[in-house]
């Protein structure tokens, strides 16, 4: 018995063989749709509350209080803006190393907490500590 399939030598074939190419495309293309998310800065997400330990506070600390309506209270002595140099420097007898600690309403703007830091900067307080509430785990 004898089986003859034809000729001894194979013919080529003139087809692109693209099942590794289908591979490779695939492997990038999960790799830009994992890095493309990451990539963006531009997306909202709701910060989480702060459970730190909190840090000892000072025997007086120095309040300085945005308001809903943005007026300061620096301890519970209302402040116009343009005295807050003058009267951070007479609260902390002139030391600008004094850690003052900046309470916000909820309702306040990113932008207004801003500009009081700014204003706190430029009076040369650099120590600045916001104060939130305490969340529990």
Partial sequence: MSLDHGKDELEELHEINVTPF?????????????????????IWVELPASTAQPRPQPEKPLFLTV???LSLSLGDTPVPRDSLD???????????????FLRADKVVSYGDLMEVMNLLRAAGFLKVALVALEKTP
């Fill in 22 to 42: 289908i591979d490779v495309i695939l492997v990038l293309l999960i790799i830009f749709m994992v890095a493309a998310p990451l990539a963006t800065v531009d």
């Fill in 67 to 69: 308001q809903p309506n």
């Fill in 86 to 100: 003058a009267a951070l420097t007479l609260a902390t007898g002139g030391n600008k190393d004094t850690r003052i």
